[in-house]
DNA sequence: GTTAGCACTCAACAACATAGAGTGCTAACA
DNA sequence: TGTTAGCACTCTATGTTGTTGAGTGCTAAC
C-alpha cells in the first residue's frame, strides 16, 4: 500500500494541526477542516491506513490520532512548506545578534538567548574547537615579583591567560629569556598537538633547558592550552519547556532538565554531531534520554571552518519549518560576520 | 502572653519535625514523639496559643500545624542548635574547593556547584566587584596589520583582554606610545572613577592627543573596563527542587526557575545583600518573588575586601543549621586562600 | 493546669455514574 | 469499488457521593 496524494494531505493536515494544538485529532473535525469533500468515515479509513503504516498513534481507542516520529520525518523531508523568514524579521535578528558584542564567546551566547526568544524552545550554542590552531606566540609578563602572567595567542586571533602566582621571585631578564624559548619551541605547532604526547614527553629536556622559572610555569601552560581547547556550551530559554503541554507532568519536566543540565554530556551530543543543518526526530537521536525530544542544529564557522554549533531542543511536536529557517539564518548571518574579520585581512 | 520553656520546646519539636518531613503535624504524634508525659489535648492547647501568636499556621481545620516565616526566625536565632559539621566532611570539602583550579571564576564557580551537591538546593555564587581596584597597566600587544590585543591589569592581578580589529593598519611605535600614554593617564585609577563621567568628558581631547589611533581603541577600552566592573553569577543544582515537595506543583516550579533565571536582577538582589552570613526568611525578602523561598548567604573575600557571594535558595522549610553551616565553612575556606596569594606577597 | 472524651471538620481516596469525543464495522449507495 | 451514513462500542475526563482517618476545639471532670 503506497501514500495516495489524499493520503499525504490528510497526513500533513494531522500533522500541522497537532504541532499547533498539541490534541490527538479525530476524523470529523478533520472532515470539516480539510474541505475536500470527504466525510469523516472516509478519513477514518485512511487514518486506519496511515497508522497501520506507521505514521500515526493512537493515545487511546476513543482518542484522536497522533502523528508518529515517522511521520514526522516524512513531514520534515517533503511534507512541510518551507517558511520563509519575513525580511523585517530578518533585519530584526542581524540587528540583535551583531550589534552588541565583540567577543566570540558573547556573541554566541547572545545568539543562544536570541533562538529561545523568536522559538519558544529551548536553545544551546557550542563555541568552535579550535584543536587545529596552531599557537603563535607565548608571552610572560611581569606583574609584580611573584605574579606573571602567562598570554597565549593562536593563529587565528585567539587569546588565552592566567596569572600565575609563582612560589619564589624571578628575574625579568629570564622571565623574558622563557618567553622567546618557548614561544620558538611550540609557534606554528596546533594546541592538540603540543598536548599530546610526544612533545609533552620532550618538556622534561625542555625544563632543564629553561632552569627552575620553566619547571613554575610549564604545568600552566598545559592547563591554559586544555581550558583553550574546551568547548563552551551556552544555553538559555530553560523555563520555556513549562509552557509546553508536553512538560505539564512534573516527571518529564525533571527529566528534561536532568538530561539538559549534563552540560558534559549534552555538548559531547552536540559535538558530534554532521555539519550543515540537521534535524533529529524523537527515536532518530542514539541517545535513549532524548529518545522524546527533536533536536535541530546548525553550524556556523569561524575563519572558514564549520565548527560552532546553534540549535534548539524541544518536542518531537515542533514548528520543524519556522525553527529551521531561523536557525540557518543565524548561523549564516554569524558565519558571515565570523567571515568579514578575514576578510578584512585579505584586503590587507 | 509569654513563650514558655514548654512552648518553645513544643514549638522546637514542630519545625524540626517539619523540615524534615514537610507534613503538617498533629498533636497526638507531637505528644508521642516529645515524650515529655504531656497529652494531646496539652498539646492541642499549646498549639492554639502557639498559632494565636503567629508562629503557627493550619492549612485547614482538620490538617496539623505548620511553621510560619515567624517560627524560622526565632528558631534561627534561638533554638536551633548550632550544627558542627564533622572533620571529615570538611576535609572532604577543602579538598574540592581547592584542588582544581587557580582561576577566580573557577573557583566560584566549582564552589557553587559543591555546594548544590553538599546540600541538595540550588546554590549561586558571585564573583567579587573590582570597583575599587585600581587600574595599574594598559598595554596594547600587535598581533597582526589589524588586529591589536588591548589588555588592561589592575593593582590586585586581575586581567581582561580583548581582541580588536582595527579598521585601518597602524604603526607598532605608535601602539606603544599610546600604551604608555594610556597607563600613564589612567594608572591609580579606580574602574569605577574611569568610567564616570569627568574623566569621560577629557577622553575627546585624550583622543585628540593620541591621535587616530585612539580613536579606534577608546570605545574599547571603555567597554572592556565595564566588562571588568561586572558581576559574574554561578549557578547549580537547578533541577534539586523537583526533589523538594513545595515544588511538586508545576505551577510553582515554574515560577521558581524564572525567577532564578531573571540573572540580572537575581545578581542585583544578592549585591544588595550585606556582608556576612545572612539568613532572610521567606516575606522577609523584601522581593515579592521570593517571599516563599528562603536565601542563605554568605561573603568570602578577595585580597581582604568582602565582596564575592555564595549562598543557596530553597523553600523557608529548610535544615537551617547545616546549610548554614555549610555555607560559613566554604566562604571562610574561599576568603583563607585568596588571602594566601596576599600572605605571599607580603611576605616578599 | 491537665486530661479524657466527644462532636465536628476536612482532605484524600475510592467507587460509581455520566457525557462526549472518537473509533471500527456494517450495510447501503453511487 | 470507493464512499458514506449509522450505530454500537470504547475509553477518558469529569462530577458525585460515601467513607475513612487524622486532626481540631470544646467541655467537664480530675
Redesign the interface.
Known sequence: MGLSERKLKILQAIISDFINSAEPIGSRTLSKKLEMGISSATIRNEMSDLEEMGYLTHPHTSAGRVPSDKAYRLYVNSLMEKYVLPENEKQKISQKLLSKF??LDKVIANAAGILSELTNLTSFAITPRINENSL?YV?L?P?????V?L?L?TEA???S?????LKA?YAKDKLEFLSKVMTMNYKGKSLSNILTLDIIKNFETDIEAMGKLAENIMP?FL?TLENMLNVELYMDG??NI?SIPEY???GR??LF??MI?KKKEFTDILINRDSGVIITIGNENTDEVMRDCSLITATYCVDGKCVGKLGVIGPTRMNYGEVTSIIEYMTDNLSQSFRL?EG??DE?
Chains 1, 2 share one sequence.
Do not use: C
Request: zero cysteines.
Open positions: 565583540d567577543e603563535k608571552n609578563l606583574v609584580d615579583d611573584r605574579t602572567i598570554m595567542v586571533g585567539k587569546i591567560n592566567t596569572t600565575l602566582n621571585p600552566n592547563h530553560l523555563t513549562f505539564s507532568d512534573i519536566a525533571k532538565l536532568e543540565n574579520t578584512e585581512k590587507q
